[in-house]
T-cell receptor, first 113, second 112 residues
Framework: AQTVTQSQPEMSVQEAETVTLSCTYD???????LFWYKQPPSRQMILVIR??????QNATENRFSVNFQKAAKSFSLKISDSQLGDAAMYFC??????????FGQGTRLTINP | DSGVTQTPKHLITATGQRVTLRCSPR?????VYWYQQSLDQGLQFLIQ???????AKGNILERFSAQQFPDLHSELNLSSLELGDSALYFC???????????FGEGSRLTVL
């Protein structure tokens, strides 16, 4: 069964600095998707970034970028120039084909002003 | 706005009662997924429907059931409610292929 592990229950960073959230996953598939979702205090699930496993290039969305290491089954999220609005719970997620999303347990990110 | 609509947003009920949560997927999306998120926990997959048929089941309790109707909206029925059923229930949808799921705002259920 596919599993997703986020080893950092909590992280904190100073405003304007850079922070990296870690995620590892386990799968025997070769073609899949990986995602980072953000859940702010409103509890809404917001897609931050997605990565297709067949693409070698790391995905980037403005201040958010990933470091995708397929062989190591690692998928970390880097947030540059952290802003107060980035404070949230961040979930790493895996999806193969049309199946369900499998989520990690989440990392709570605090931004210190 | 994800395009996924969930009702009600909040629901307070008593133990032993039954409730129904409703989800309207994004226009054109054929797959609906239900997830449960207890306080400060991750999202646990409950069940998936594709074009009216059950596609996959997670750790869904026997007291819970769901269905997807011909117009593609879905309902999650929770019966004989217990205190531990208090949680945020998310519905998500996708067209059917690979890619991200689009989440509704969730239905917060409180069982007293």
């Amino acid at each position: 069964a596919q599993t997703v592990t986020q080893s950092q229950p909590e992280m904190s960073v100073q405003e304007a600095e850079t922070v990296t959230l870690s995620c590892t996953y386990d799968t025997s598939e070769s073609d899949y998707y990986l995602f980072w979702y953000k859940q702010p205090p409103s509890r809404q699930m917001i897609l931050v970034i997605r990565q297709e496993a067949y693409k070698q290039q790391n995905a980037t969305e403005n201040r958010f970028s990933v470091n995708f290491q397929k062989a190591a089954k690692s998928f970390s999220l880097k947030i540059s120039d952290s802003q107060l609005g980035d404070a949230a719970m961040y979930f790493c997620a895996y999806r193969w084909g049309a199946q369900k999303l499998v989520f990690g347990q989440g990392t709570r990110l605090t931004i210190n002003p | 706005d994800s395009g996924v609509t969930q009702t009600p947003k909040h629901l307070i009920t008593a133990t032993g009662q039954r409730v129904t949560l409703r989800c309207s997927p994004r226009s054109g999306d054929l797959s609906v997924y239900w997830y449960q998120q207890s306080l400060d926990q991750g999202l646990q997959f409950l069940i998936q429907y594709y074009n009216g048929e059950e596609r996959a089941k997670g750790n869904i309790l026997e007291r819970f059931s769901a269905q997807q109707f011909p117009d593609l909206h879905s309902e999650l029925n929770l019966s004989s409610l217990e205190l531990g059923d208090s949680a945020l229930y998310f519905c998500a949808s996708s067209f059917g292929g690979a890619g991200e799921l689009f989440f509704g705002e969730g239905s917060r259920l409180t069982v007293l």
